[in-house]
T-cell receptor, first 115, second 113 residues
Framework: DQQVKQNSPSLSVQEGRISILNCDYT??????FLWYKKYPAEGPTFLIS?????DKNEDGRFTVFLNKSAKHLSLHIVPSQPGDSAVYFC??????????????FGTGTLLAVQP | SQTIHQWPATLVQPVGSPLSLECTVE??????LYWYRQAAGRGLQLLFY??????ISSEVPQNLSASRPQDRQFILSSKKLLLSDSGFYLC????????????FGPGTRLTVL
C-alpha cells in the first residue's frame, strides 16, 4: 500500500520556466512533509519541508504548497535551472502524538531541465 | 559539521553469501539512525531505524538485520543474500527532535548475482 504517491515518473521543463512536482498521500495522520533531491549514485539531499499547520513554505527558488483537504502537496521551482535536473522525492511523516520521525517516501519524479 | 559515511560504495555478491554494510556518523551524538533501500524503479523504503545503542526497530520483515554496536555506527547484515536484495542502500541520521531533517549518506550499490 503506497501511502505517498508521485504519479508522474518524469517531467521535462525548459530552463527559466516553472517546474511543478506533485505528490499525493493517503494517510490523514501525516503532519510533516519534505522534499528531497537525488542525483544518480548519491544520497538524497534535503530541499524543503512543511508542517501541516501551514499551507505554504518558501525558500529561494523553491516553494512547497500543502492542500490538506485534498491530501496533496506540490513543489514549485522558479526559475528552473539545468542543475535542478535530478530525481525529486516527496516524503511524509507523523511527528506529533509521540511518533518518531520515520519518513514514508514516494517513488520519485525525474526532472529534466532543458537548456 | 556532521558527516555520514557508508562503505563500500559498490558491492557485487553471489546469491547465498553474507553481507555487511557499515555506516558511521561524525560530528553529532545520540543520533537516530536509519537504513533505507531503493530498488530499481522504486522509492525509498525504510528498512530499520535505531534510537540508541542496541535499539533496532524493523519496518519490513525480510532477509536482512541491523545492529548498532556504538552510538554512531549502524550495520546492515545478511547471512544469505537473495537476488531480491539487490538495490541501493542508504543510511541516514537525524537528531532526536522529530521535526529534524534526515541526512543521507552516499549509499552502497549492491548487486546480487
Amino acid at each position: 500500500d503506497q501511502q505517498v504517491k508521485q504519479n508522474s515518473p518524469s517531467l521535462s521543463v525548459q530552463e527559466g520556466r516553472i517546474s511543478i512536482l506533485n505528490c499525493d498521500y493517503t494517510n490523514s495522520m501525516f503532519d510533516y512533509f519534505l522534499w528531497y533531491k537525488k542525483y544518480p549514485a548519491e544520497g538524497p539531499t534535503f530541499l524543503i519541508s512543511i508542517s501541516s499547520i501551514k499551507d505554504k513554505n518558501e525558500d529561494g527558488r523553491f516553494t512547497v504548497f500543502l492542500n490538506k483537504s485534498a491530501k496533496h502537496l506540490s513543489l514549485h521551482i522558479v526559475p528552473s535551472q539545468p542543475g535542478d535536473s535530478a530525481v525529486y522525492f516527496c516524503a511524509a511523516s507523523r511527528i506529533y502524538g509521540g511518533a518518531t520521525n520515520k519518513l514514508i517516501f514516494g517513488t520519485g519524479t525525474l526532472l529534466a531541465v532543458q537548456p | 559539521s556532521q558527516t555520514i559515511h557508508q562503505w563500500p560504495a559498490t558491492l557485487v555478491q553471489p546469491v547465498g553469501s553474507p553481507l555487511s554494510l557499515e555506516c558511521t556518523v561524525e560530528g553529532t551524538s545520540n543520533p537516530n539512525l536509519y537504513w533505507y533501500r531503493q530498488a530499481a524503479g522504486r522509492g525509498l523504503q525504510l528498512l530499520f531505524y535505531s534510537v540508541g545503542i542496541g535499539q533496532i526497530s524493523s519496518e519490513v520483515p525480510q532477509n536482512l538485520s541491523a545492529s548498532r554496536p556504538q552510538d554512531r555506527q549502524f550495520i546492515l547484515s545478511s547471512k544469505k543474500l537473495l537476488l531480491s536484495d539487490s538495490g541501493f542502500y542508504l543510511c541516514a541520521w537525524s537528531s532526536r527532535r522529530v521535526t529534524d531533517t534526515q541526512y543521507f549518506g552516499p549509499g552502497t550499490r549492491l548487486t546480487v548475482l
